[in-house]
């Protein structure tokens, strides 16, 4: 079902898509295919709610939130089962997962009632100067499926916390998880109209009409970089307001005095997390060669353990990848890199043993003696393979790092403190782990740079995406 002005209804059409599960191919569920006119009353819906929604109090939309919060966190076990078999991933990461989306609905709860504007002095002795924060309008918010829910609750807590309504439109691969966290602001009672749902096979369809619609005031996207600066030129034809979480290319660099068996161990968690579908996972680990060796042997050992299946298997370490088309792509990068002079450490191949061959497993997998000709050290791998460049002293480590268009995560492990601080100053990049894999939280600012995105979410800055600045100079008598 859609879900538009408070109701849950079929769509225009009464057409269906089904979901399957990408471990098993088995059909676990059908959703409404929503088309044009369903976004269009979805839009509606919102904009009527926009009046009223954006006049409450920042305490009543506030309590919303928290109640949200709770709910979800009672629902915790619930949602992850469903994204452990809608989405793959095993089901401690989908517990996990479901943590850290609802973080996102307290954190804004929190942030909704710190909203300031300023008074600022002017020159003039009988003006005044006050400005105020007001929320930008109707959002259209389109999410991708390798985290179906966190990345819902980190665009829906702050444009509900700073008084906008939203149309979402989830990633066709996982509107289960999408329907769920909706039905959570159902259940607390949110006015009609603030959020509504548009679960479709038709992306671009759903997307055109956000982006066409005078009423949407803004669009915030997490997904891929192509898609993205689809999206963002045709919200410049509006000069619509935009946020845009992309793609990404990691660096991890292990410098010579890092703790090589502390720094196999992060990679060993961060690389394979989420099957490497995730935007931060490391692309390309740089390994000084002092420290090789034994980097890879602990990764090597560490990786071996993963164990592949469905993730609702409590045993399960490695969930699927998300379709086919993925598999041929990671495995295709493999190719390419090994046709170009790469060994295989572990892994390398798609994984077919079984029960295994009625999903879509790829082996995890080490590659080392990587080198810029390979199109894993250019290209989003979005798979569990971990690319391995070896480095000397002669090699400008930063420069390399650096040397690619994309700007989102990057990963640093040493023991020396001036060489962390350096790095974490000399990389270009929105997010950096030093000695940290995970350097992410709702408190925290997560984006990207360069090609990796615009604007920030979570943090102080996540709910100023969702506000404008207005001015007032008062001229006094
Ligand atoms: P991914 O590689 O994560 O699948 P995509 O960028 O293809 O990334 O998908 C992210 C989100 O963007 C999904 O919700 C998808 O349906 C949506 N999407 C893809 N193409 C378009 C489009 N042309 N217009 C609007 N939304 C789109």
């Known amino acids: 079902m859609l879900y538009i002005d408070g109701e849950w ?71 992850a089962q469903l994204m452990s078999e809608e989405q793959g991933k095993p089901l401690k990461a989908s517990r996990n997962e479901v943590q850290y989306g609802a973080d996102f609905l307290l954190w804004f709860a929190e942030e909704a009632k710190r909203v300031y504007g300023e008074v600022i002095p002017s020159a003039r002795k009988n003006q005044r100067f006050i400005s105020i924060k007001q929320p930008v309008g109707v959002v259209g918010a389109i999410t991708p499926w390798n985290y179906p829910v966190s990345m819902l609750t980190r665009k829906l807590g702050p444009a509900l916390a700073a008084g906008c309504t939203v149309v979402l439109k989830p990633a066709e ?61 045709k919200a410049a034809e509006q000069v619509k307001s935009i946020s845009m979480e992309l793609g990404g290319h990691a660096p991890f660099l292990v410098l010579k005095d890092a703790n090589p068996e502390h720094a ?24 000084h060669e002092s420290v090789a060796d034994e980097f890879i042997s602990v990764l090597k050992t560490r990786v071996e353990k993963l164990k592949a299946g469905s993730g ?39 994984l077919t043993e079984g029960n295994l061959k009625k999903g879509n497993f790829y082996a995890p997998t080490i590659l080392s003696g990587i080198t810029e000709e390979m199109k894993i050290y250019q290209e989003e791998t ?39 601080m350096h790095a974490f100053e000399a990389l270009n990049f929105g997010i950096i782990g030093i000695n940290d894999i995970n350097p992410t939280s709702a408190a925290a600012p997560f984006g990207g740079m360069n090609e990796s995105g615009l604007g920030r979410e979570g943090a102080r800055e996540g709910i100023e995406e969702y506000l404008e600045t207005k001015l007032g100079g008062f001229q006094l008598n």
């Open 382 to 420: 979005f798979g569990p393979v971990a690319p391995i460049v070896i480095y000397n002293d002669q090699d400008d480590i930063f420069a390399m790092a650096n040397d690619t268009n994309y700007g989102l995560a990057a990963y640093v492990y040493t023991e020396n403190l001036s060489a962390a």
């Open 173 to 233: 691969q996982t509107p289960l998880c999408a329907k769920a966290i909706i039905k959570i602001f159902h259940d607390v009672g949110l006015p009609k109209g603030v959020v509504n749902l548009l679960s479709t096979e038709n992306p671009e369809e759903i997307g055109n009409v956000l982006l066409t619609d005078y009423r949407v005031k803004k669009i915030t996207f997490t997904g891929s970089t192509a898609v993205g600066k689809k999206l963002a030129a």
């Open 264 to 287: 196999a161990k992060g990679v060993s968690l961060i690389k394979y997390l989420n099957t490497g579908q995730a935007c931060i996972s490391p692309n390309r680990i740089y390994v």
């Open 9 to 79: 209804r079929a769509g225009k059409r009464n057409e269906f898509f089904t979901v399957t599960n990408p471990a098993t191919s088995d059909e676990i569920g059908e959703v409404a295919n929503a088309e044009k006119i369903d976004a269009e009353k979805a839009v509606d819906a919102a904009s009527k709610a926009f009046t009223t929604w954006s006049k409450t109090t920042a305490y009543e939309r506030s309590k919303y939130l928290s109640d949200a919060y709770n709910l979800m966190i009672e629902r915790k076990e619930d949602i």
């Open 312 to 350: 609702l298997d409590e045993t399960v370490t490695i969930g699927p990848l998300v379709n086919r088309k993925e598999i041929e792509k990671v495995d295709n990068q493999v190719k390419d890199a090994k046709e170009k002079g790469a060994k295989v450490i572990t892994g390398g191949k798609v």
